[in-house]
């Protein structure tokens, strides 16, 4: 009888893993043989566009009770790796939609913007203005660490928002819906400057709490590090997620929480569709918590 009850236990975990893998309209789908399982895609160069985005956490499938599927996947709005994984998933999975993290005027601006062009000064200058604006946030930060991240970053800029036009240029090709999920960014502005001013205000005493917290300015240097051209791992944006959050929650309310429930009763409201949903890496968990929250509820 055990060895029935084992064998019962067997056949209902391989039956949640193919359910769990085994994609809309045939993309991939999960095998096991002999313990290992392996994932085919239409292409070969789709197979490994998939298999890494799995093993990086960087694409998730969303169920929904009234027949969505969502493929969400994270991405780094400068990193060429973003735009090949964005289109490797799009080109295989064919959905019926595809979701971006835009508001329509942003999706407006990044269609008619002329490649390569960015404004990489402004976007520069912005930053550095941000931080000679607030000297005591400067200099919390170790000696030649922002520099290195500009100098490296700056290359790059040209290709900002990258993973949105490769995703809008793969679902024309693909015959695929567009929708711009996102806030309206004059709505975000209007709430962001009010939470940054009040974060502004708190640096004297937030100052000293992060220029001793070991793991933030380990993270700072981490993130110096980086090769911006590629995706960081996702376990990298939930970390500065939650840095972020103990010293400024304010602003991760207006930047994350309320985007993340906002775009997710978006994807809820695509019922029967298969949607590949293209989003930054940190706004991935929020997403999924919620979707979950919403489907317990049966909402």
């Known amino acids: 009888r055990e060895k029935e009850r084992e064998r019962e236990r067997k056949k209902e975990r391989e039956r949640k893993m ?4 085994r994609g809309g309209r045939g993309v991939w789908n999960g095998i096991i043989r002999k313990g290992v399982w392996e994932t085919r895609a239409y292409s070969g160069e789709g197979n490994e566009v998939v298999k890494h985005l799995l093993e990086s956490e960087r694409i998730t499938r969303l169920q929904g009770h009234k027949g969505q599927t969502v493929y969400l996947i994270g991405t780094t709005h400068i990193a060429e790796q973003s735009r090949q994984e964005v289109h490797g998933v799009i080109e295989n999975v064919r959905p019926d939609t595809v979701f971006l993290e835009l508001c329509a005027n942003r999706m407006q601006t990044l269609k008619h913007r002329p490649p390569g062009d960015s404004n990489e000064t402004q976007y520069m200058n912005a930053i550095q203005g941000f931080l000679d ?21 700056g290359p790059l800029v040209a290709m900002m ?15 695929a819906e567009i929708i711009a999920g996102d806030m309206d960014q004059a709505d975000i502005s209007r709430d962001f400057q009010p939470a940054l001013e009040r974060f502004k205000r708190t640096l004297f005493s937030v100052g000293p709490r992060l220029a001793m917290d070991a793991e933030a300015m380990a993270l700072a240097r981490q993130c110096a590090e980086l090769d911006f051209s590629k995706a960081p791992p996702r376990v990298l944006a939930r970390r500065l997620t939650q840095v972020a959050r103990k010293y400024a929650p304010d602003m991760l309310q207006v930047m994350l929480d309320k985007r993340n429930m906002y775009m997710t009763k978006g994807l ?29 509820a049966g909402i």
Do not use: C, F
């Open 133 to 153: 604006g607030n000297p005591m946030l400067r200099n919390l930060i170790p000696a030649g660490m922002v520099e290195e991240a500009l100098e490296k970053v």
């Open 18 to 21: 193919h359910a769990l893998w």
């Open 161 to 175: 928002g990258g993973d949105m036009t490769t995703a809008m240029r793969a679902a024309s090709e693909t015959k």
């Open 268 to 296: 809820r409201r695509l019922q029967g569709q298969t949607v590949v949903a293209v989003v930054g890496l940190a706004h991935m968990d929020g997403i999924e918590e919620y979707w979950q929250d919403l489907e317990n």
